[in-house]
C-alpha cells in the first residue's frame, strides 16, 4: 500500500485528497518542462494522459483539506517563492514556468485551484495547431468530472476523455498519426495510483509495447518510492528496456523526508520518481538547478534529497 496514496482496498484512489502535493509537483514540473521543449517543433502532436484523474481540484476542498497534501507542497513552495511580504526563495525558470501556470488558475491570487495533468498538457497544446489530447479515466466519479472540466473548454475533438483502461486504450494511439509535414510525434504520460501491485508490472509491460510501436515518443512514468519491491524495482526494469532499445532516459527523484510524527499519525508518501524516456537534451540541465531548490523549500526531516540521472543512448 502507498501510504497517504490509499484509503481502502481495491479502486478507491481518489487523487483529489494528493492534488498538489510534493509528488504533484514534481511530476507537473517535469511534464511542463518536456512539452515546453516539445512544443518548440511545429508539427502538430499526439498527448496522452493514461491514468488522467478528475483535472482539476478544489485546495479548499473537503477532499483536500482531510489530506492536506498540499500544505506540504504547492502551498509551502508557492508561499516560499511568491511571498506576499519579504524576500522570495531563489527559483529557476522550469519552476517559475510551473508556478505561472498554477497561478493562472488563481488569477484572484489565493490558491483555491489545483490543475491535474489534463489540463496541464491542455494549457501547453496548441488550440490552432492540429495537438490532439487523450484521456483515460477509470474511476467513473472522476471520470464525469473530468468529462464536465474538459467541456467547459469547449475544445471539441482536439481533446477526448474515455471511461477506459488507460494501458489499453493507449495501444492503439501508438504510433501516432503523421502531422501535415509526415513527422510522428506524441508525449504519453503515465500516472497509476499503484493501488494494486500488478500496476508495476503493468507499467513495465506497457512501456515495453509502448517502445516497440513508437520508439521516438516521449514517455512520462510517475512512480512512489515506498518500501516495496515492485516500487523499487520498476526504475531498474525502465532502465533495462531503455538500455536494450538504445533510447536515452532521465530519472528524477525527490524526496521531502520525514517530519516528526504525533502519535497514531500516518507518515504518508515522503518520496517519489519520474521516469523520462527520449527526454528532451535540456531537461537535465534544468533538473540539476530545480531539484535542489524544491528540496530548500520542501525537504522537512529526516531523509530529505534528491537524485538525478541518465543513461542509455
Ligand atoms: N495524472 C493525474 C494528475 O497528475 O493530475 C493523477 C492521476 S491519479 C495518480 C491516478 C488515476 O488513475 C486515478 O484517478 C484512478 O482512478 C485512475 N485509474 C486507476 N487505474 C486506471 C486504469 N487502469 N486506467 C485509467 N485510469 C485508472
Not at 508557492?78 to 488558475?105: C, H, K, N, Q, W
Request: proline content about 8%; overall charge positive.
Amino acid at each position: 500500500m502507498v501510504p497517504g496514496r490509499y484509503h481502502s482496498p481495491m479502486f478507491s484512489y481518489r487523487h483529489a485528497f494528493h492534488a498538489g502535493n510534493h509528488a504533484d509537483v514534481l511530476k507537473h514540473l517535469t511534464l511542463i518542462a518536456t512539452l515546453r521543449h516539445l512544443m518548440q517543433k511545429e508539427p502538430a502532436i499526439t498527448l496522452v494522459d493514461t491514468h488522467a484523474g478528475a483535472g482539476l481540484y478544489r485546495l479548499d476542498g473537503d477532499y483536500a483539506e482531510k489530506g492536506g497534501e498540499a500544505a506540504d507542497g504547492i502551498v509551502k513552495l508557492m508561499a516560499a517563492l511568491r511571498p506576499a511580504v519579504g524576500e522570495a526563495a531563489p527559483s529557476s525558470a522550469v519552476l517559475d514556468d510551473y508556478l505561472d501556470l498554477i497561478a493562472s488558475f488563481n488569477p484572484s491570487g489565493s490558491l483555491r485551484v489545483y490543475p491535474g495533468s489534463p489540463f496541464v498538457m491542455q494549457s501547453l497544446m496548441r488550440t490552432e495547431s492540429r495537438d490532439k489530447l487523450k484521456l483515460f479515466e477509470l474511476h467513473p466519479t472522476d471520470s464525469r468530472t473530468l468529462s464536465a472540466n474538459i467541456a467547459q473548454l469547449e475544445a471539441g475533438r482536439q481533446i477526448a476523455v474515455a471511461l477506459q483502461d488507460g494501458f489499453e486504450g493507449l495501444k492503439p494511439l501508438l504510433p501516432p498519426p503523421p502531422s501535415a509535414t509526415g513527422s510522428k510525434r506524441a508525449l504519453v504520460l503515465i500516472d497509476p495510483s499503484y493501488e494494486i501491485k500488478s500496476d508495476y508490472a503493468k507499467v513495465s509491460a506497457c512501456i515495453q509495447e509502448c517502445i516497440k510501436r513508437f520508439p521516438t515518443g516521449s514517455y512520462l512514468v510517475w512512480y512512489p518510492i515506498i518500501p516495496r519491491a515492485e516500487a523499487h524495482d520498476l526504475p531498474r526494469r525502465l532502465k533495462t528496456l531503455c538500455n536494450q532499445a538504445q533510447r536515452p532516459w532521465l530519472h528524477a527523484t525527490l524526496n521531502i523526508g520525514q517530519k516528526d510524527l504525533e502519535p497514531n499519525q500516518r507518515p504518508g508518501l515522503t518520496a517519489s520518481g519520474m521516469f523520462v524516456i527520449n527526454p528532451p537534451h535540456t531537461l537535465k540541465a534544468e533538473l540539476q538547478t530545480t531539484l535542489p531548490l524544491l528540496v530548500n523549500v520542501l525537504g522537512r526531516g529526516r531523509g530529505k534529497g534528491q537524485t538525478l540521472e541518465t543513461g542509455g543512448a
